[in-house]
């Protein structure tokens, strides 16, 4: 197990900013690929952003150019920096690591919601 948590979810109004944070307390995520999923009211888990285990992030349409991912490995923890929040990124989001050696692990999700 990885002890995943995430944190930094909260209320904010439309245009403003939050940055998520997916720690492991159980071991490094230096291996494993991270990606960051949202679950809005009455909707399926979605996924929204991808962290290789180099860095590079990959995002769905409707984020880019507004989220951003990075990684700290000292830290074991990695971010998910969300601008120019609107009111339907209102979700449960969460974030999953990944490693074809160690399997899948998945946090517990932060809420976040974006109201004016």
């Known amino acids: 197990q990885l002890g995943l948590v995430e944190s930094g979810g909260g209320l904010v109004q439309p245009g403003g900013s939050l940055r998520l944070s997916c720690t492991a307390s159980?071991?490094?995520?230096?291996?494993?690929?991270i990606g960051w999923f949202r679950q809005a009211p009455g909707k399926e888990r979605a996924a929204v952003a991808t962290?290789?285990?180099?860095?590079?992030?990959d995002y769905v349409d409707s984020v880019k150019g507004r989220f951003a991912g990075s990684r700290e490995n000292p830290k074991n923890t990695v971010y998910l920096q969300m601008n120019s929040l609107k009111p339907e990124d209102t979700a449960v989001y969460y974030c999953?690591?990944?490693?074809?050696?160690?399997?899948?692990?998945w946090g517990q999700g932060t809420r976040v919601a974006v109201s004016s």
């Open positions: 962290i290789g285990r180099d860095g590079n992030s």
């Open positions: 159980a071991s490094s995520l230096e291996n494993y690929h």
């Open positions: 999953k690591a990944t490693s074809p050696l160690r399997g899948d692990y």
